[in-house]
């Protein structure tokens, strides 16, 4: 799911890059989840969450393998393996999904700031000073928004170190 639909996005007003402010704090907000998930007392809940099913997934898949064996079905199933792949899965979509909607985001926001920079740069001829300006507008806008792709590269990420059965 998008953080921000694009009827709602266009609602806002978020393509406009006079309003790329309000995508920074969008982006800011989306981010602040991020961490919050990688705060440490979260993140170890998560684990031991997800470490206590794994071992309750062995528990199980011993009973259900010792059945299978005395009823001349060899293959064994791996239940715990399946729930690290299972959620190394889900966290890996939620984080990948997040990271190219708002580098999406920010490459429309940009574009559509170049081209206003370059309608601009044409209106106003030699006009150093209306250049100037235009040139300030463009490069905060490109400049900001770059900043946080920086950011969301770093933090839209959730590790899953010491996750028992995870295996990179």
């Known amino acids: 799911m998008a953080p921000l ?51 309750k997934y062995v528990e199980f898949a011993a009973a259900v393998n010792d059945r299978r064996e005395r009823t001349g079905v060899l293959e064994k199933l791996d239940f715990a393996a399946m729930w690290a792949e299972y959620f190394h899965a889900r966290i890996s979509t939620m984080s990948h999904r997040t990271h190219r909607w708002l580098v999406d985001r920010v490459e429309e926001v940009q574009s559509r700031a170049f081209t206003e920079y370059t309608a601009a740069l044409e209106a106003t001829g030699t006009d150093q000073e ?20 920086s950011k969301a590269d770093c933090a839209s990420g959730i590790p899953m170190t010491s996750f028992k059965g995870y295996k990179p």
Do not use: T
């Open 5 to 55: 639909s694009r009827d709602r996005w266009l609602q806002k007003k978020m393509d406009d890059p006079a309003n790329y402010r309000n995508l920074m704090e969008l982006m800011n907000d989306i981010l602040a989840i991020f961490r919050w998930f990688n705060h440490e007392p979260v993140h170890k809940s998560m684990r031991a969450a997800f470490n206590f099913l794994v071992d």
């Open 130 to 149: 209306a250049i100037g300006v235009a040139g300030k507008k463009y490069y905060e806008c490109v400049q900001s928004l770059n900043a946080m792709i």
